[in-house]
Antibody, heavy 121, light 110 residues
Framework: QVQLVQSESELKKPGASVMVSCEAS????????INWVRQAPGQGLEWMGW????????TYAQGFTGRFDLSLDTSVSTTYLRISKLNAEDTAIYYC??????????????WGQGTLVTVSS | QSALTQPRSVSGSPGQSVTISCTGT?????????VTWYQQHPGKAPKFIIY???KRPSGVPDRFSGSKSGNTAFLTISGLRADDEADYYC??????????FGTGTKVTVL
């Protein structure tokens, strides 16, 4: 069965960087896009961007450029979200999600369990 | 890209129907038949319940239905049940391989 398993929660200081991983299993990794979604405490879902798992090419939403970096390692079927220069507003749960197609962005059928990133001094 | 507009909350009694709207623009909801709806219970990851405006994934009951008119998409939940109480989000393709979520709607079963 399709599974997305994310890395554990992280506590970071302002200005530091964090990397969240998302390991996929149960399907051919390069056949489906992976999207990333942020949910700040008590807030709604925000689409951050996606990565083309065939080419490794990322696309970012407005507001998620510069400090946010999506990458992948096909040898271990894993995608990564790196956030640099963390600030308190980055405190959120970050989800990875698998699309229905190779280039899908809105239609995500499978979700990771979420990774809580807390930024605090 | 601005978030799609949803009502903050809707409510209904068990067995009734509720409809949630999701208003965007001609660049997103109105321009593509790629609207998805998600259900999220507290502390859980979102669950995919409608895609391509009105298609239901396998396993999702037919009490959930989707539609669209112009720049607004709709999710209707019929035969409301206690476990339908959750937050619901729409998400639309917005062109150039990007998407945007709605603001979210809390459904309360009275």
């Amino acid at each position: 069965q399709v599974q997305l398993v994310q890395s554990e929660s992280e506590l970071k200081k302002p200005g530091a960087s964090v990397m969240v991983s998302c390991e996929a299993s149960g399907y051919t990794f390069s056949d489906y896009a992976i999207n990333w979604v942020r949910q700040a405490p008590g807030q709604g879902l925000e689409w951050m961007g996606w990565i083309n798992t065939k080419t490794g090419n990322p696309t970012y939403a407005q507001g998620f450029t510069g400090r946010f970096d999506l990458s992948l390692d096909t040898s271990v079927s894993t995608t990564y979200l790196r956030i640099s220069k963390l600030n308190a507003e980055d405190t959120a749960i970050y989800y990875c999600a698998r699309a229905l197609s190779a280039a899908g962005t809105a239609e995500n059928a499978y979700w990771g369990q979420g990774t809580l990133v807390t930024v605090s001094s | 890209q601005s978030a799609l507009t949803q009502p903050r909350s809707v409510s209904g009694s068990p067995g009734q129907s509720v409809t949630i709207s999701c208003t965007g623009t001609s660049s997103d909801v109105g321009g593509h038949n790629l609207v998805t709806w998600y259900q999220q219970h507290p502390g859980k990851a979102p669950k995919f319940i409608i895609y391509d405006v009105s298609k239901r994934p396998s396993g999702v009951p037919d009490r959930f239905s989707g539609s669209k008119s112009g720049n607004t998409a709709f999710l209707t939940i019929s035969g409301l049940r206690a476990d339908d109480e959750a937050d619901y989000y729409c998400c639309s393709y917005a062109g150039r391989y990007t998407s945007v979520f709605g603001t979210g709607t809390k459904v309360t079963v009275l």
